[in-house]
């Protein structure tokens, strides 16, 4: 009687330490994996708002531009440099570009940076997916170390009562 005594508090003890290291290490480091994955979607949130920004000035500015041009043919005015500064963020243009390739340069910017953040969309959904089965995963950890704990605490008391018999 007195080994089974043993066995059972020492299954007990077991159990317990497993707790503990199933809530310690395990949801620990998930919780660490949760908080980076969280800090990456928001950079990719940032990204994506960044980037929208930028493509409202870079239109604005192929819109000034446009319209220096309009002005400029009545009032014969030479205003190459300020019309080069803002159409200096469309690649493809030439040194005097016509107006319709100004608007292909707008549409082409615009279709890339919609491809742009749709792909950082993407890859932040996928981090939602990623973030929720961490937590999925943490959930099931938490539920086996309090089943571990409460079945150490059923052997402790099973070994008091054998003890006291």
Known sequence: MRHLSTLILFFAIIMMGSSA???????????????????????????????????SVNQNKANYAIMLMLFTKQSNTDISAIKDYYLSQ???LGKDPSIQ????????????????????????????????DVK???????????????????????????LSK
């Not at 943490?138 to 052997?155: D, E, K």
């Open 101 to 132: 390739e100004i608007l292909q340069a707008i549409e082409q910017a615009s279709q890339s940076n919609s491809e742009y953040i749709n792909n950082l969309y993407f890859e932040e959904t996928a981090l939602k997916r990623q973030v929720a």
């Open 21 to 55: 290291v199933i809530t310690y290490y395990l949801t620990k480091q998930n919780d660490t994996l949760i908080t980076s994955l969280t800090m990456e979607m928001e950079d990719k949130q940032t990204l994506i708002k960044d980037v929208w920004n930028n493509v």
């Open 136 to 162: 999925q995963k943490n959930r099931l950890y938490t539920m086996i170390a309090v089943f571990l704990q409460i079945l150490g605490f059923v052997f402790i008391i099973i070994r008091k009562d054998m």
């Open 90 to 92: 469309f690649t493809g």
